[in-house]
């Protein structure tokens, strides 16, 4: 049986209310990810970032040798 919104204790509106205010937080800060990035880039931004992580990982591999 369910209880109403009534029905339920302080303790248990307040829990319900802090969970949902994590789950709007934590989605207003995570909700910037890679497809926004590459989105907001355009085709010529998102070619130089790969470009730039590739010469990143090269120049980190012989450094690194």
């Known amino acids: 049986m369910k209880m109403s919104q009534n029905e339920k204790t302080p303790e248990e509106r307040r829990e319900r209310m802090r969970q949902k205010e994590l789950k709007n937080l934590s ?9 926004d990035l590459v989105g907001s880039l355009g085709w010529k ?7 730039i992580i590739i010469i990143g990982f ?8």
């Open 27 to 35: 989605s207003s800060i995570q909700g910037s990810n890679l497809s």
């Open 58 to 65: 090269i120049i980190a591999s012989i450094f690194l040798k």
């Open 45 to 51: 931004g998102t070619g130089l970032l790969i470009i």
